[in-house]
């Protein structure tokens, strides 16, 4: 199976929303989850991230499975936070398409865990996060750290100073020119206003977020945001 991002979304620039898994209690979450995964789905996003932000990797688990139960079109991946190694036999379990690892760089990284699961598990395509928000600099040339990045995964997220703060413009540039056709993805801050610009740069956008009500992540999705969102991004595709 194919799994660089054009083989996996089938669609130029994907839009991929996080399910930070918040909620009441363990079954609260689980029933959000899959409400918001059907907003991404009616409203045109291509993708969605399951992920523990608020929530436990058994959330993530059985999101995964109850979201099998609903024949969801919509393409899933897992983040796990707290055990990033894990998302790769949850993905594969339960049929989701990528994982997201918050730093696919050396100091972050059991690199021979790594990559015994990238050869136990070659069909789960991997967004690899450089210069990604809250993980300590390497110390490193930007061009050593994307380059070791783009050994280890599929795509490179890279992200501003923190959650739903706009990714500077002059490092994605930075970024994509050192990357040259290996795939950039920004991975925070995107909103109505910079995603044209952004996409014009990047391969593709991790939105979360943005698609809550005043940017808490606690709270349910705006469908609205969501549609205002996919209908720039439609038309900036064609």
């Known amino acids: 199976m194919e799994k660089n991002l054009n083989a996996i979304f089938q669609i130029n620039k994907p839009i991929i929303g996080m399910i930070h898994l918040a909620g009441e209690d363990d079954k609260g979450k689980v029933k959000r989850a899959l409400e918001e995964l059907s907003i991404y789905q009616e409203e045109g996003v291509d993708g969605a991230i399951i992920e523990d932000y608020h929530g436990t990797s ?16 919509i393409i899933r991946g ?19 398409r990528f994982i997201q690892f918050d730093s696919v760089q050396t100091p972050d990284l059991n690199l021979e865990l790594y990559n015994q699961l990238r ?3 070659p069909n789960i395509a991997v967004l ?9 600099p390497t110390g490193n ?14 795509a490179i997220v890279t992200t ?8 500077p413009v002059e490092k994605l540039r930075e970024c994509k020119r050192l990357l040259r056709e290996f795939p950039l993805i920004v991975g925070a801050g995107v909103n109505l206003g910079n995603v044209q610009e952004q996409l014009q740069i990047c391969n593709g956008a991790i939105v979360g977020s943005y698609f809550k009500p005043n940017g808490n992540t606690h709270l349910f999705i705006d469908r609205k ?12 595709r064609g």
Do not use: H, W
């Open 78 to 96: 897992v983040n796990v936070l707290r055990n990033p190694y894990s998302a790769f036999k949850l993905a594969f379990d339960f049929g989701a």
């Open 225 to 236: 945001k969501v549609k205002d969102l996919m209908d720039i991004v439609r038309q900036q």
């Open 141 to 154: 040339p930007l061009e050593i750290d994307l380059a070791e990045g783009k050994s280890r995964c599929e």
């Open 160 to 167: 501003g100073s923190g959650t739903g703060i706009e990714t």
């Open 128 to 136: 690899g996060g450089v210069g990604f928000k809250y993980i300590s």
């Open 119 to 121: 050869k136990e598990y």
């Open 58 to 73: 058994q959330d993530v688990c059985k999101t995964l499975r109850e979201s099998l139960t609903k024949e969801f079109t």
